[in-house]
């Protein structure tokens, strides 16, 4: 298992913006019933933890939160710098069904795409499934092999999981499929773009206000 030390912090006494110059990353845990507990971790230790587990991965909580197991739920990172401004994690129970966002990925090649008849098209490049914590897989293999012509398709009803995993999502939700190819088209000429102040963007890229909630 995936250990990371979580160290308890106090919003009243202590900014972000210290934590952040100390090489702490603020961040809340939440979730299967648990109180919910702000946090700091440290943030080299924590990419270690991300670039092995990411948002699928089980974490074993040490330090001021230990015995406890958690997943990465959501993260802002600044869109210039890079920095890490906050995380979220929720708290995992063992044995109980908790939803967590898997990656999908494509294994085999495509005969469509070998003998160039169409291009591959992925629709989805994660899913979000709900189940036990033994249970969740690293990613979710989709086969290739079985794209073949144009508009050939694998949708999440064709995946075959362990019964215990539900999809969130309509099993007729498309996941990958062949197109016909496109002619390049000409690039459209852009207008210089505006400089803005820097913003930051969550997980899945939305904007993000420069405030954290958890600490008004």
Do not use: W
């Amino acid at each position: 298992m995936t250990e990371l030390k979580f160290i308890k912090r106090d919003a009243e006494k202590t900014s972000p913006e210290f934590l952040r110059s100390q090489g702490l990353v603020p961040a809340v845990c939440y979730g299967a019933g648990n109180e919910t507990t702000l946090v700091a971790v440290e943030d080299v230790e924590f990419r270690k933890v991300y670039r092995k587990v990411g948002t699928s991965g089980l974490i074993d909580m040490t330090g001021d939160v230990s015995g406890e197991q958690c997943l990465v739920q959501d993260m802002q990172v600044h869109v210039v710098s890079g920095e890490l401004q906050h995380i979220d994690f929720k708290f995992v129970a063992k044995g109980q069904a908790t939803e967590v966002t898997v990656p999908v990925e494509i294994v085999g090649e495509s005969p469509a795409v070998v003998n160039k008849v169409g291009l591959l098209n992925i629709s989805r490049d994660e899913l979000v499934i709900e189940t036990i914590p033994s249970k969740i897989p690293e990613s979710i293999e989709v086969d290739g092999s079985l794209l073949k012509e144009i508009g050939d398709s694998v949708k999440i009803s064709d995946l075959k999981l362990d019964s215990a995993i539900e999809f969130t999502d309509d099993l007729d939700t498309t996941i990958v499929s062949i197109i016909a190819p496109r002619e390049d088209e000409p690039e459209a000429e852009t207008e210089e773009p505006v400089s803005m102040e820097p913003e930051l963007v969550d997980q899945k890229g939305k904007q993000e206000d420069d405030s954290e909630s958890e600490e008004a």
